[in-house]
């Protein structure tokens, strides 16, 4: 599978968001790009199609910066996918060929698990994951 670096980055940047999340406290922008090294004049790109989606809010000014628009309990992985890369879900199906209705059906099926899965996935889930302590032995 290849994941875009903007999608990456997306998922990073919305995950350091929901680290930070109490519905009131901005974070800005240099803060994510510094925490996830991310370029800031990428971030901004990465944010602005997040906020068109209604994923992130911005606020400006000097004490501006980024928040989850919402709980990020109710924020799906699959909507920051959608928003970054809409296509990223969606196999073109070729009908070409003896083999061809086989394999698409093959994809069309890996294609629903991973939605599937991508849609039962909170942002908070994601962000817990990585919070989660690791025990070494």
């Not at 992130?56 to 109710?74: H, I, M, Q």
């Not at 199906?93 to 294609?111: D, M």
Request: aromatic letters at 6%; proline letters at 4%; a negative charge.
């Amino acid at each position: 599978m290849k994941i875009s670096q903007k999608l990456d980055y997306a998922c990073r940047a919305c995950v350091q968001l929901a680290k930070h999340y109490d519905g009131e406290s901005i974070m800005r922008l240099d803060a994510v790009a510094q925490a996830e090294g991310i370029s800031a004049n990428f971030l901004v790109q990465i944010m602005n199609d997040l906020k068109k989606a209604h994923i992130v809010t911005s606020r400006r000014g000097k004490a501006g910066g980024y928040l989850l628009e919402r709980d990020p309990e109710t924020i799906l992985l699959s909507e920051i996918i959608i928003a970054i890369e809409p296509s990223f879900l969606h196999y073109p199906l070729s009908r070409e060929g003896e083999s061809a209705p086989l394999v698409s059906h093959l994809w069309s099926q890996l294609a629903e698990k991973l939605e599937s899965h991508l849609s039962e996935m909170s942002l908070k889930q994601l962000a817990q994951k990585e919070e989660e302590p690791m025990y070494f032995i």
